[in-house]
């Protein structure tokens, strides 16, 4: 019995000095995380200030210029307010030159080109397939459809609906790469639409596209293409107006993304209605994390996203509405993991951000800057946003998490996903 107690102790000892070990290599991580995300976070906003500095400087000497000459300021086209239902194409039309028009980091510019390409690629080959065999794919198409639609703010659904997919995907009489297309636009059209729920349901679609996108890594490429066609602001990028540029001021709101039916426009606030919504449902993705099942762009890549935003694009109405409704959904979870730096963006945000956009005197970004600014005043940052949490649906109660990680934890086993205690 005594060798056997000191057998027992001595892998108990042993146990002790592993865990020991590991949470030593765990702090050590964390430590050099933080130390990369205050650099990042010190460089961005160094970056931005200067930035800023630079457009004031510039724009002094416009002015400047402009009152020498007696010449009115360009203030750029006036804005649509026509109705429309109808996607606008891919390529807009009217654009005789792009010369130095788009705002964007050169990584940011390369990792949109190569998604773009390889989906487009994967769509020429399903073409063909889906042509010989419309009837039986539009079929497919209506179920992935009605199983988006049922995704809730619960564990239960979340789980479903992930499993059901899967076993979609999976499907021996469908390729797959027709169904992960498919579910890709299908996610996109479905949250382009405001809802009572939107927020709990794009939460919950984020865990539900991290879960199968673990098991088809091909979900989640389709999907960032599907969002860079629809939005460019999740690329980011901005297209800059040029009269030289574009034949007609209509051309430019078509290649940034306006609908557009019989060659009327959509009205501004419909436009940015889905802006806002594109940009919400992005948010919800990359803060969505799950132990055991890695986000392919998780909040890395949001932090990431936040920094190439800030450093390249200009404030304006556009932009403004993409960082508001970005923060709303990913800033609670960017804050928990990079506490301090995340804190330093917000005030770039709050002293240069903000007041660039007050600087433009433009009546319509009113709403978006008092948004903004509520969003900084009330720290909202540290509450958790609305439709968070996923529910249990049996107890009818909220989920607990850890203290440590406060998120809802599941791990993938045999293509099925189940909660965690």
Known sequence: ?????????????????????????????RAEEERKAAEEADRVAKEAAEKMAK????????????????????????????PSTISAPNIPKGVQTTGNLVRAAE???????????????????????????????????????RRIKQITGSVAAVRS??????????????????????????????????TANFNSSAFACGHVIVYISAQVPAVMDCLLAEFHKACIYTVPKHVIYS?????????YFRAIGYREEEGKLETTEKYL??????????????????????????????????????NNLPANVYTAVALEAFLRMAGFALHRKYKSQFRK???????????????????????????????????AFLKEPEGWRLKDS?????????????????????????YQR
């Open 345 to 379: 963006i917000l005030k770039a945000i709050s002293e240069q951000f903000i007041q660039a956009l007050k600087d433009r005197g433009d009546p319509r970004i009113s709403s978006v800057i008092t948004r903004l600014q509520d969003y900084m005043e009330s720290n």
């Open 55 to 82: 457009e004031k400087l510039a724009k002094g000497a416009v002015n400047a210029k402009t009152e020498t000459m007696g010449q009115k300021k360009d203030t750029g086209p006036a804005l649509p307010n026509i």
């Open 273 to 310: 209605e889905r802006l806002g919504s594109y940009m919400k449902l992005y948010g919800a993705l990359v803060q969505t994390e799950a132990q055991g099942v890695q986000n392919m762009h998780g909040l890395e890549e949001g932090w990431v996203w936040l920094a190439r935003f800030l």
């Open 161 to 194: 609906k992930a499993n059901e997919l899967v076993k979609l995907f999976n499907d021996p009489h469908c390729p797959q790469s027709v169904t992960v297309a498919m579910f890709a636009k299908k996610v996109i059209s479905i949250y382009e639409t405001p």
């Open 107 to 145: 990584n940011a510019l390369k990792l949109e080109e190569r998604r773009l390409l390889k989906y487009k690629e994967l769509e020429d080959k399903n073409q063909p397939i889906i042509s010989s065999y419309e009837k039986e794919f539009r079929s497919k198409e209506r179920e992935i459809a």
């Open 1 to 29: 019995k005594r060798q056997e107690r000191a057998s027992q102790e001595e892998k108990l000892r042993q146990q002790k000095a592993k865990a020991e070990e590991e949470a030593r290599r765990e702090a050590a991580k």
């Open 394 to 418: 049996l107890l009818s109660s909220d989920l607990v998490p850890d203290a440590d990680h406060r998120q809802q934890h599941y791990y993938s086993q045999d293509r099925h996903f189940y």
């Open 243 to 251: 009269k030289a540029a574009f034949e007609a001021k209509e051309a």
